[in-house]
């Protein structure tokens, strides 16, 4: 039975295996901040907050940080602090990800594309649940600028229009 073990490797403790991932359509090892947004767990992802990665792993970084946070801005405020935090960070870098974003997304045809960001509509909302309108006007008029949508029927024009409903009911 032991020369199983040893076979397969159980029960001994390995390093583990080396990832890699396509950036720039070359196969790359992945670093720390590919390991932690692919985690899910906010702490490793902010712990790598800090560290150089390729464009498109920032923008799941912090996105995945955001999206988190978002998820439990209500129950604590510091969370909710850092999830607008991280989210502006993610907005004010975008323009610099978007190249490599639209490198990395391509259609049947080879146009590039950029994939979903929810951070755009978390941030809106956040802002909105603040009685800040004017900010989570500015959000979605961003977001309209990259062409981006938010899954929703009317997009970010709509959700603009909302925005502006619960603005006049709250004065």
């Given amino acids: 039975m032991r020369w199983l073990s040893k076979l397969f490797g159980l ?25 932690a947004w692919t985690s899910g767990d906010l702490s490793q992802m902010l712990a790598a907050l800090n560290t ?10 912090l996105q995945s940080i955001v999206e988190i ?17 991280v989210a502006r960070m993610h907005l004010t870098e975008f323009s ?24 755009f509509q978390h941030l ?22 990259y062409d981006l949508h938010d899954n929703t029927q009317g997009g970010f024009e709509e959700r603009i229009e909302r925005i502006r409903n619960k603005q006049r009911v709250s004065s």
């Fill in 11 to 35: 029960g001994e403790a390995k390093e583990p295996a080396e990832r890699y991932t396509l950036r720039d359509g070359k196969s790359r090892r992945t670093d720390a901040a590919f390991d």
């Fill in 69 to 85: 946070t978002y998820k439990e801005r209500n129950k604590n405020p510091q969370i909710r602090q850092l999830c607008e935090q």
């Fill in 52 to 61: 150089p990665t390729h464009p498109v792993d920032r923008h799941y970084l």
């Fill in 96 to 119: 610099q990800l978007t190249k490599p974003l639209l490198a990395q997304n391509k259609d049947n045809s080879g146009r590039g594309f950029l994939p979903r960001v929810s951070t």
């Fill in 124 to 145: 809106a909302t956040l802002l909105t649940e603040d009685n800040r309108f004017e900010e989570a006007v500015e959000v979605c008029e961003l977001a309209i600028k």
